[in-house]
Structure formats: C-alpha cells, structure tokens
T-cell receptor, first 118, second 113 residues
Framework: GAVVSQHPSRVICKSGTSVKIECRSL??????MFWYRQFPKKSLMLMAT?????????EQGVEKDKFLINHASLTLSTLTVTSAHPEDSSFYIC??????????????FGEGSRLTVL | AQSVTQLGSHVSVSEGALVLLRCNYS??????LFWYVQYPNQGLQLLLK??????LVKGINGFEAEFKKSETSFHLTKPSAHMSDAAEYFC???????????FGAGTQVVVTP
C-alpha cells in the first residue's frame, strides 16, 4: 500500500516555542491530507484538511492561528504548533489518500508524532 | 451527519478464542466502512473496508467484518485470537470516497495466554 511518513516521531519543546511536523506521501501524490490529534486512550479527532496550493480547512473549535498548516507540494504537508503550551501535548497523525483511495475512501496514515510541551 | 459507536472500550480475550468487536453507525447515506488497527505509538493500519458489493469482507491477519444494513452494524471478528492481536481497534465511516473519516472511540483488545 501507499506510504505516508511523518517527522519527527517524537519532539519535546519548551512552552512558548513553535514546533513543525512534516507529513510526506512517499510513493504517491496527495492533493489532500488530513491532520488528526489523538489524546491518550482516546479516538482520533480531525483537526483540519490540508489542500495542496490552497488554504487548509479547519474543523470547528480548532484554532487556525495556533495550528498552522501548509501544503506547498503534492507530497508534503506541514503542521506547525505555534507558541506551544503543555495542553498542546498530544499525538498528531497525518493521513492521505492515493489514487485508489480516492475511489475506495481508504486513508493511509503516517506513524504519528508525539509532542510533549514542558 | 454520521457517527460511529463502538461498544466496549476494552475487550479481553484468551489466546485462541473468538474476537468480536462491535461497531454501529448512523449515516444518512450508504456509508463506506473501515476497521483500522493501531499499535502503541504508531499510526493506523487498515484491516479491512466495505464500499459496495459483498457484505462480508475479509481483511488482513485473519479478520473479517460483515456489513448489515438493517442493523446499521459492521462488527469485526477473528475466529482465533493471537497474542499479536493486542492493539487498539477503530471503526470508521465515511459518506463517500472523498469524505472525511469519522472514527469511533476505539476498543482496546487484550489477549491473555
């Protein structure tokens, strides 16, 4: 199946700093990527839909200025957590659909990035 | 609007026993249905999916699920649990192949020797 890669897998930062997480589709082009947030022992919460070459679409309750999403190419989307605070600590997961997935609806997920804000 | 309900946040099964994870959905249109598995500190991996056609779908690792429209269910089963099946399982629904996936709360499976 298609491969989606995230980097970094783990990051620890100080409160007030910004952290960037990258999501890459390695063997296919993804015009759309999705960013999810997962709290411990909880389900995935969709944060935003990242669209190549245009602005991301954020879900209700997600702060656009807090979570900056850039989808500058067909294989790369980035999530930047700005002025991070301890409550932003979480597991962030990106996903995308390849050509077949646009027919079947299947999403391919990255490995996830665990952010810890001290 | 669509939603997904997974009955039971934790399931404990003996090795070799049947695994049954329940998923019910609500959708205003015929849904696309998925089961994903997540191992600790990893992303999600697709187990199986239903889009159209045969209502009994087989997936990886011996899992299968049956779409029952009348019951709005998509329960996941495996005849014989293996220790490696210990993980978190998520049921998800989408209204079409382009739509957003809505996930259930997840079911943690523990396999005992």
């Amino acid at each position: 199946g298609a491969v989606v890669s995230q980097h970094p897998s783990r990051v620890i930062c100080k409160s007030g700093t910004s952290v960037k997480i990258e999501c890459r589709s390695l063997d296919f082009q993804a015009t759309t990527m999705f960013w999810y947030r997962q709290f411990p022992k909880k389900s995935l919460m969709l944060m935003a839909t990242s669209n190549e070459g245009s602005k991301a679409t954020y879900e209700q309750g997600v702060e656009k200025d807090k979570f900056l999403i850039n989808h500058a190419s067909l294989t790369l989307s980035t999530l930047t957590v700005t002025s991070a605070h301890p409550e932003d600590s979480s597991f962030y997961i990106c996903s995308a659909r390849d050509r077949e997935g646009r027919v079947t609806g299947e999403l391919f997920f990255g490995e996830g990035s665990r952010l810890t804000v001290l | 609007a669509q939603s997904v309900t997974q009955l039971g946040s934790h399931v404990s099964v003996s090795e070799g026993a049947l695994v049954l994870l329940r998923c019910n959905y609500s959708s205003s249109v015929p849904p696309y249905l998925f089961w994903y598995v997540q191992y600790p500190n990893q992303g999600l991996q697709l187990l199986l999916k239903y889009t159209t056609g045969a209502t009994l779908v087989k997936g990886i690792n011996g899992f299968e699920a049956e779409f029952k429209k009348s019951e709005t269910s998509f329960h996941l089963t495996k005849p014989s649990a293996h220790m490696s099946d210990a993980a978190e399982y998520f049921c998800a629904v989408s209204k079409d192949s382009w739509g957003k996936l809505q996930f259930g709360a997840g079911t943690q499976v523990v396999v005992t020797p």
